[in-house]
Each structure stands twice: as C-alpha cells, then as structure tokens.
C-alpha cells in the first residue's frame, strides 16, 4: 500500500511538474527570413524554416495526382441541420456565443502570458522625402498603439521599439524578435473552459 502512494505522489509531481513548466516561444525576423523556435523543458526546437527539398516535389506530384481523381460528392450541411430549428436566430446566436467564448479565452491566456522580450527596430525609407514622411507615420501610427495593447493586455511585457525615418537611407531594414512564455496549466484551463463553453451553447440550440 505504501508503495502505491509513493507511485501515486510520483506521478502527481512529474504532472503537476509538467503543467506549470514554462513553454517557451522564439520568433526572430530580419527583413528578410523569419526563424521560429520552440522549447518545453528541453532546448529550443527550430520549427521555421523546415522544408525538405526532396519530399516537396513528391508532394506536388501527389496534389496533382489527387486533382485528377474525380471528387465524391458531399453531403451540404444547411444552417438549420446545424441550428436546430430555430434558423437564423439561432445561428445569430450562437455566433454571439462563440465570439464571447473566444474573447474570454484569449484574454484568460494572455493575462498570464509573460513576453520577456519585444524588440522591434525599423528604419523606415519611402521612395522621396515625402513619402518617407508618410511611410514614417503610418508605421508609428500602427506600431506604437499594437504595442501598446498588447502591453495592457499581458502579465508582463519587456519591449525595446524604436522606428525611425530613413531619408540618409537606401532601403527600409527591420528588425523583430519576440519571446514569449507561459505556463501550460493556464491555457489548457482556458482550453477546457472554452469547450464546455461550446458544448453548452449548441446545445441551447437543440
């Protein structure tokens, strides 16, 4: 008996280590490449770029193969088979529903999400002075209130952004890099929240 709760309290720990084990997300874009990684206790795995230039032609081929096969015909799914009877009242409804279920979620997982690093450099160059002027202004204009947002919006937010107007420069140079972590218990909560939440939408429908 003892020994089964020393299995039990075992595996609670390597599960309770596991949930609150921070993931970890890179993204990294210079102008011209993006790079993505991501690391779960273990080190970075690059998951961009990731492309086999062997298989890629075998899968065109496949595609063009599957075109010519002749498609069966489906079955269409009319509003009111997935409303019930209740027609576009009830689609409006549960559109109403989804959309407050979604905008709940997302503010559940980005309240514990902590971004240990923005860092967002452009020099922004328009074809003459003129444009450059306005290329300037709008990217500010779109940049610094996103930033801004986002910064309400997260547990905690590290940023460096920093936009210029280039007209001593030839070409427009970026710089973005993002990294992001948050612990799986909190998005996995969110996750099962969300479903329930949908299960109890449709079936209000029905």
């Known amino acids: 008996m003892n020994i089964l709760f020393i299995v039990l309290g075992v ?10 084990c921070p ?8 102008g011209e ?6 690391g779960y206790i273990f080190p970075f795995i690059k998951i961009i770029p990731k492309m086999n230039k062997e298989e890629k032609p075998k899968k065109q081929k496949e595609s063009d193969s599957e075109k010519e096969k002749p498609s069966n015909k489906e079955k269409k799914v009319s509003f009111s088979d997935f409303t019930g009877k ?18 709940r979620t997302v503010k559940t997982i980005t309240k514990h999400l902590v971004i240990s690093k923005l860092n967002i450099q452009a020099v922004v160059v328009g074809e003459d002075p003129a444009d450059t002027a306005m290329k300037f202004g709008y990217a500010c204009s779109a940049v610094y209130p996103l930033v801004a947002i986002i910064d309400k919006n997260v547990k905690k937010c590290n940023r460096d ?8 420069e030839k070409e427009t ?3 973005f890099e993002l990294k992001a972590r948050i612990v799986p218990i909190f998005p996995i909560c969110a996750a099962f929240s969300a479903l329930f939440g949908f299960i109890k939408a449709y079936v209000k429908l029905h």
């Open 161 to 168: 952004i920093n936009i210029f107007a280039g007209f001593n």
């Open 86 to 103: 209740r027609g576009l009242g009830g689609l409006i409804d549960l559109l109403k529903s989804i959309s407050e279920i979604a905008l």
């Open 173 to 175: 140079k970026i710089l």
């Open 33 to 38: 490449n993006v790079t993505l990684k991501a």
């Open 23 to 30: 993931a970890v997300l890179s993204v990294v874009y210079d």
């Open 11 to 20: 595996i609670i720990a390597v599960i309770l280590f596991l949930l609150f």
